[in-house]
């Protein structure tokens, strides 16, 4: 008997790390999402039990791996007559048929499997599925935190604030588009791959920003958003280390977060930037962060996600806010808009510019960028203008600025620190 | 193997006005379709805004189904092993190079009789 609380806290660690490879090996043999999860959780709460009784394996991610496809391959004989009518995954390579024939009537491929405790990792595959554009972008996140990190239906619906049932359809319509139209199970060819790799980075970066600054909702963050983005990132990493823009990602994920624990006061109202305290970043984030970025800016030209963690990284790596290198970071945002032209980017480049070269430079490019029209809906754009004005000595015009972010806004920690701000202005007057 | 619908939309404006080169196009592209083995069937549809006529119950209209900005140019049938192969033949129709676009949709079932359309 091994001590349960050792099994439970093993069983957690496997699942939390190991839930996106058992499932994605037993998807491949399975070649049906349904049934491949079902067979995951069966796994694991096989786990429980038999770890408990036999004692917890060397390689808990191959156990549950073959344990996971046995049940896949023994539900698949039971059902051979059904299961031959229904669509499966599609997975068009060479091996097509030679390897699913061998899978379901030789059982010594899963014997090899025991005895070196091999698994073979498809986690990529899935990824690159779950990230399909011809999925609607909410279910690409969706299907990613379910499939690829195991979270449970409840709480991806509890994240994007709908009720479970709507997240519970919305993912069972994905899946059967993923059989009926036959999105392949496969990584892209090179000739597709910087496109849908493009894709699957934006998945991972939205799923951050999501959790990082919850668009609406009481509280500020949803952590285990952050965290299920950062693990995406990690894994990406592992898959795929010669993609500097997979490095740029992951390091901007783990500098932006290094501040997670200051971004709010103890009473959960935002804190600016120049009002944080450094002291309590997360130092050891910001130095993988820093790592990831230099070998990535030697390996070849700067590409988006790598400058984006760059200025990220200046911000955080200044020990004061006044000793910010604020010439270096607009320089960044210029390689930046080259590297991707965007009006967001834009404007963040002119709250680096204003310590630059002054409020009255800076205030001149968000009103061109506010006559461009693109960032109408776009709060940010009206607190910087406003925050600008009020330093140029402005207040009526800040005032009118910072009512205008306040009807855009939808987040109630953003939402007090505008009425904080307008606070302030109309006492100083 | 599986078969896509491969449905050509092209704005209302322009349904017409195709020109020489751009008809010309069509043709390679659809030479090039069926040299790869992939295609099944493919038809070029009379213009819809002067010859579509719209049947629905008992009532009988002129015109298509909705005044769209966009209307069905014509469709063909494909072969393809999967989603992202049946994509590759669809953003290679230069009709994405002349203000249309192509929408995909897997064939669920069907037949085709032993003729071919005459013009």
Redesign the interface.
Known sequence: MTDPAAVESAVADAHRRGWGIVLAATARLARDLDLAEECVQEAYAAALISWRRDGIPDNPQAWLTTTAKRRAMDAMQRERVLRSKLPLL?E?EETHGEWEDAAVNDPLELAVEDAEDVVPDERLRLIFMCC?P?LAQEAQLALTLRLVCGVPTSDIARAFLVPETTMAARMTRAKKKIV?????F?V?RSA?LPDRLRGVLGVVHLLFTMGHTAPSGSSLMRSDLVDSSLHLARMLRELMPDEREVRGLLALLLVTDARRATRVDDQGRLLRLEDQDRSRWNPSAIAEAHGLIVDALRAGPPSRYVLQAAIASLYAEAPTFDDTDWAQIVSLYDALLVAWPSPVVALNRTVALAMVAGPATALGEVERLERGGALAEYHYLQAIKADLLQRLDRPVEALRAYEAALALVDNDAEREFLDGRIAALQRDR | M?QYALLIYTPTVRETDLNPDELAAHDLHARAITESGAMVAAFALEPADSTATSVRGDAVTDGPFLDAKEVVAGFCIIEA?????A?AIARSNPINQQGGGVE?R?VEGGFTADRSATG
Request: charge should be negative.
């Open positions: 599609v068009p399909h011809a009926t139209t036959r999105i392949p496969r892209p597709e | 599986a092993p999967d989603l992202d192969a994509l995909v897997p």
